[in-house]
């Protein structure tokens, strides 16, 4: 039993991901087809170590006859062409944030609520939360499960990579620049982000949160429980690949560091380093590349009556995107959900 799966945005940071998660997972497909924009038409990318796929128009492709797709081109691409391709009988698993919030889309991350992928057949979409949701809410579910998490307060530390392929040129570039003395303007971010920090992804509300911000209250509310508060602020680094997160959690019920530490160890996509010394905690550049939601720095919050504080890393292209995305076609073929079609 195999599938037919395309794998729209197939040049971009996050589309090239999938298609290396795909072929390490193993996941059952007869054929993978990369689709892109019409500038990319006949450019090669790399499906596992040894197949290379050429690029084929978005625009003019026709979804009769494909199983899957997995689409990260963009919000507005994904407008137009995550229906059409749901139309044509196939599934589609989307990164984009166009469809997060409507109600009749799940909103999934498998670790979580798996059990919202059966409400996918009305629209035949399933949306990804966005990178920053995911790893955190993977890190709060265990917790919530003890103590009923109550609010949440979270400034986040994100990579370059969470904006896409030119984010991640400019961040090389203007670092080159700045070292050999050349002017740089910023294209892709509002500030320079070599040897900086901004405090604003996405754009902003009339509350005077950002987009980013906003995403991380609503998503996690759709996905782990409507009655949590999360106040966040969204901050882009330096930093190639990997999110990283300060969370202060306030619970429901008490809740010791030791029950926390224990619901953490055995939580499924979680690994727990905290061995409070120099060193024993993750940082980015140590989650890139790897699967895993990792926690360290987990401590009490005296502050509030029921309090924890943890330090939370992932890799925004593989947890935060490509391998949520994947994970959601392997429970959709693990529950029988979905069938290849012939
Ligand atoms: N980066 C992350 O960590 C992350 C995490 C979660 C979700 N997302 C979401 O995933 C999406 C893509 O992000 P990314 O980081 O991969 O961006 P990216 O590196 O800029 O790649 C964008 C991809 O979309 C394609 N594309 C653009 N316009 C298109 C069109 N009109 N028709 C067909 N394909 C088109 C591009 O193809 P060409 O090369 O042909 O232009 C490219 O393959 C965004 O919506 C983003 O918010 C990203």
Same mark, same amino acid.
């Given at each position: 039993?195999? *599938?037919?799966?395309?794998?729209?945005?197939?040049?971009?940071?996050?589309?090239?991901?999938?298609?290396?998660?795909?072929?390490?997972?193993?996941?059952?497909?007869?054929?993978?087809?990369?689709?892109?924009?019409?500038?990319?038409?006949?450019?090669?990318?790399?499906?596992? =170590?040894?197949?290379?796929?050429?690029?084929?128009?978005?625009?003019? @492709?026709?979804?009769?006859?494909?199983?899957?797709?997995?689409?990260?081109?963009?919000?507005?691409?994904?407008?137009?062409?995550?229906?059409?391709?749901?139309?044509?009988?196939?599934?589609?698993?989307? +990164?984009?944030?166009?469809?997060?919030?409507?109600?009749?889309?799940?909103?999934?991350?498998?670790?979580?609520?798996?059990?919202?992928?059966?409400?996918?057949?009305?629209?035949? %979409?399933?949306? +990804?939360? +966005?990178?920053?949701?995911?790893?955190?809410?993977?890190?709060?579910?265990?917790?919530?499960?003890?103590? #009923?998490?109550? #609010?949440?307060?979270?400034?986040? *530390?994100?990579?370059?990579?969470?904006?896409?392929?030119?984010?991640?040129?400019?961040?090389?570039?203007?670092?080159?620049?700045?070292?050999? +003395?050349?002017?740089?303007?910023?294209?892709? @971010?509002?500030?320079?982000?070599?040897?900086?920090?901004?405090?604003? %992804?996405?754009?902003?509300?009339?509350?005077?949160?950002?987009?980013? =911000?906003?995403?991380?209250?609503?998503?996690?509310?759709?996905?782990?429980?409507?009655?949590?508060?999360?106040?966040?602020?969204?901050?882009?680094?330096?930093?190639?690949?990997?999110?990283?997160?300060?969370?202060?959690?306030?619970?429901?019920?008490?809740?010791?560091?030791?029950?926390?530490?224990?619901?953490? #160890?055995?939580?499924?996509?979680?690994?727990?380093?905290?061995?409070?010394?120099?060193?024993? *905690?993750?940082?980015?550049?140590?989650?890139?590349?790897?699967?895993?939601? *990792?926690?360290?720095?987990? #401590?009490?919050?005296?502050?509030?009556?029921?309090?924890?504080?943890?330090?939370?890393?992932?890799?925004?292209?593989?947890?935060?995107?490509?391998?949520?995305?994947?994970?959601?076609?392997?429970?959709?073929?693990?529950?029988?959900?979905?069938?290849?079609?012939?």
């Amino acid at each position: 039993m195999a *599938y037919r799966v395309a794998v729209v945005g197939a040049t971009g940071a996050v589309g090239r991901e999938i298609l290396k998660t795909l072929a390490e997972r193993d996941f059952p497909v007869r054929e993978v087809v990369a689709l892109a924009s019409g500038r990319s038409v006949g450019i090669e990318v790399s499906f596992g =170590e040894k197949s290379v796929l050429k690029v084929q128009a978005l625009e003019r @492709f026709d979804f009769k006859g494909t199983d899957i797709a997995l689409f990260s081109p963009g919000a507005s691409v994904s407008a137009v062409h995550a229906p059409r391709a749901a139309a044509a009988g196939c599934v589609v698993i989307d +990164n984009t944030s166009q469809f997060r919030m409507e109600p009749d889309v799940p909103l999934v991350v498998p670790e979580v609520n798996p059990q919202a992928l059966k409400r996918f057949e009305k629209r035949r %979409i399933i949306a +990804n939360p +966005n990178c920053s949701t995911i790893q955190m809410v993977v890190a709060l579910k265990p917790l919530h499960d003890i103590a #009923r998490v109550k #609010r949440v307060v979270v400034a986040t *530390y994100q990579s370059v990579s969470g904006a896409g392929k030119e984010a991640m040129d400019e961040l090389f570039n203007q670092t080159r620049s700045i070292f050999v +003395n050349d002017p740089t303007v910023p294209e892709q @971010f509002p500030k320079p982000i070599a040897f900086n920090c901004i405090p604003h %992804i996405d754009r902003f509300l009339d509350d005077g949160a950002t987009k980013e =911000e906003w995403k991380m209250a609503a998503e996690t509310r759709k996905i782990l429980d409507p009655d949590i508060a999360v106040i966040a602020t969204c901050v882009r680094v330096p930093v190639f690949i990997g999110h990283a997160e300060a969370v202060h959690v306030e619970f429901e019920s008490p809740i010791t560091e030791e029950q926390a530490e224990e619901a953490l #160890r055995d939580a499924p996509g979680v690994q727990l380093v905290d061995k409070r010394e120099d060193g024993g *905690y993750v940082t980015q550049v140590d989650a890139a590349g790897e699967d895993a939601v *990792y926690v360290s720095r987990l #401590r009490q919050d005296p502050t509030v009556p029921h309090g924890l504080a943890f330090w939370c890393v992932a890799d925004n292209l593989r947890k935060g995107a490509a391998l949520n995305a994947v994970q959601i076609a392997e429970a959709l073929h693990e529950q029988g959900l979905i069938q290849p079609r012939r």
